[in-house]
């Protein structure tokens, strides 16, 4: 079975500075998705990035990219130029590519704090 | 366009109530589940379902049922309500029954305590 494990409990960055949050995951598979949600003190989950186990290049949106090392079955998230409203939980998540189990397996999350 | 709409978004229930959580989207998504999230915990899946008359178990399938009637609706029932399954529930969709790089949508959540 795939596990996903997110090392970092909690961090905390100064504004506009840079953070990563680390995310590792175990899996038999050579197909895979990989996505990194947020989740403010609102409670919604909202997709900030996502990567395809087949493609090599690292995937990026504006201030957020990932560091996808599929031999390490390693997948961070850089955040650029951090702003206060970055500050939430942070879950990475693994989907399996083959059958119909298009679940989500989530790791325990690392919750982000930005300083002011 | 409402996405994917969950309700209620609070309850409290005595131990040994039944009640369903409502779960609905407007987007022709096949695919629906539920997730709980616990403190500490991420989401760990209940149920899911791949079309409408399809469900199958999850991780933490104990306690709950669901039903598949209509590709829109995916509600999820709790027979006997334990305070174990006090909880933040969470439904999500995303279209097509084969996994995808398409991201889940997620409801705004339900937080369900039961005392």
């Known amino acids: 079975a795939q596990t996903v494990t997110q090392s970092q409990p909690e961090m905390s960055v100064q504004e506009a500075e840079t953070v990563t949050l680390s995310c590792t995951y175990d899996?038999?598979?050579?197909?895979?998705?990989l996505f990194w949600y947020k989740q403010p003190p609102s409670r919604q989950m909202i997709l900030v990035i996502r990567?395809?186990?087949?493609?090599?290049q690292n995937a990026t949106e504006n201030r957020f990219s990932v560091n996808f090392q599929k031999a390490a079955k390693s997948f961070s998230l850089k955040i650029s130029d951090s702003q206060l409203g970055d500050a939430a939980m942070y879950f990475c998540?693994?989907?399996?590519?083959?059958?119909?189990?298009?679940?989500?397996?989530f790791g325990k999350g690392t919750k982000l704090s930005v300083k002011p | 366009n409402a996405g994917v709409t969950q309700t209620p978004k609070f309850q409290v229930l005595k131990t040994g109530q039944s009640m369903t959580l409502q779960c609905a989207q407007d987007?022709?998504?096949?695919?629906m589940s539920w997730y709980r999230q616990d403190p500490g915990m991420g989401l760990r899946l209940i149920h899911y379902?791949?079309?409408?008359?399809?469900?199958d178990q999850g991780e933490v399938p104990n306690g709950y049922n669901v039903s598949r009637s209509t590709t829109e609706d995916f509600p999820l029932r709790l027979l006997s309500a334990a305070p174990s399954q006090t909880s933040v529930y969470f439904c999500?969709?995303?279209?097509?029954?084969?996994?995808?790089?398409?991201?889940?949508?997620f409801g705004d959540g339900t937080r369900l305590s039961i005392l």
């Open positions: 999500a969709s995303s279209p097509g029954a084969a996994p995808s790089n398409q991201p889940q949508h």
């Open positions: 899996t038999s598979e050579s197909d895979y998705y």
């Open positions: 990567q395809e186990a087949y493609k090599q």
């Open positions: 998540a693994y989907r399996t590519h083959g059958g119909s189990q298009g679940n989500l397996i």
């Open positions: 987007m022709n998504h096949e695919y």
């Open positions: 379902s791949v079309g409408a008359g399809i469900t």
